[in-house]
T-cell receptor, first 112, second 113 residues
Framework: GQQLNQSPQSMFIQEGEDVSMNCTSS?????WLWYKQDPGEGPVLLIA?????ELTSNGRLTAQFGITRKDSFLNISASIPSDVGIYFC????????????FGKGTKLSVKP | EPEVTQTPSHQVTQMGQEVILRCVPI?????FYWYRQILGQKVEFLVS????????KSEIFDDQFSVERPDGSNFTLKIRSTKLEDSAMYFC???????????FGPGTRLLVL
């Protein structure tokens, strides 16, 4: 099946540091989404990207849809303790009914 | 803000039993999905549903699984005869239109003993 390679798998950072994570695939996606998941809860949408090259911000979060449509990155600036959680990228293939393919997640830990 | 709701939040069942997981999608949404997440793993697509029929399903969604929209608000996932490996979090999601993004419910944690 389709695969999204998400990296890094985990990150341990100091409060105030910037964070960067990315997803790559051999397939072309027409939508890239970034979700955050807290333990025992459902994924919460952070940023949605619909066009190749699109750069979108949501507060301290910035994400980009790669020009090749095969990758995306998420940056978090000036991290705070509540940024702790697992971040998932998800892509939607063209022609699909919208089912999302998820990356394996990046577990973020922030030290105060 | 409207949200997707799911019940129950937790379900424990014996192997071989039938379970029904319930979801109430956001009211003006037209596309509905079920995903599952085995503990510590990524979220996996199970099935999509539109216009009262399944539009796409994954290999995971075998004959033991079925979905239904019994009325104008509920969307259910039934597992006919549960197996140990069905233990997972099950997430319902919905979206309004073809280009919209999906919103996820809080999940039902299913434990099969």
């Amino acid at each position: 099946g389709q695969q999204l390679n998400q990296s890094p798998q985990s990150m341990f950072i100091q409060e105030g540091e910037d964070v960067s994570m990315n997803c790559t695939s051999s397939s072309i996606f027409n939508t890239w989404l970034w979700y955050k998941q807290d333990p025992g809860e459902g994924p919460v949408l952070l940023i949605a990207l619909y066009k190749a090259g699109e750069l979108t911000s949501n507060g301290r979060l910035t994400a980009q849809f790669g020009i090749t449509r095969k990758d995306s990155f998420l940056n978090i600036s000036a991290s705070i303790p509540s940024d702790v959680g697992i971040y998932f990228c998800a892509g939607q293939l063209g022609g699909s009914q919208g089912n999302l393919i998820f990356g394996k997640g990046t577990k973020l830990s922030v030290k105060p | 803000e409207p949200e997707v709701t799911q019940t129950p939040s937790h379900q424990v069942t014996q192997m071989g039993q039938e379970v029904i997981l319930r979801c109430v999608p956001i009211s003006n949404h037209l596309y509905f999905y079920w995903y599952r997440q085995i503990l510590g793993q990524k979220v996996e697509f199970l099935v999509s549903f539109y216009n009262n029929e399944i539009s796409e399903k994954s290999e995971i969604f075998d004959d033991q699984f079925s979905v239904e929209r019994p009325d104008g608000s509920n969307f259910t996932l039934k597992i006919r005869s549960t197996k140990l490996e069905d233990s997972a979090m099950y997430f319902c999601a919905s979206k309004q239109g073809t280009t919209e993004t999906q919103y996820f419910g809080p999940g039902t944690r299913l434990l099969v003993l």
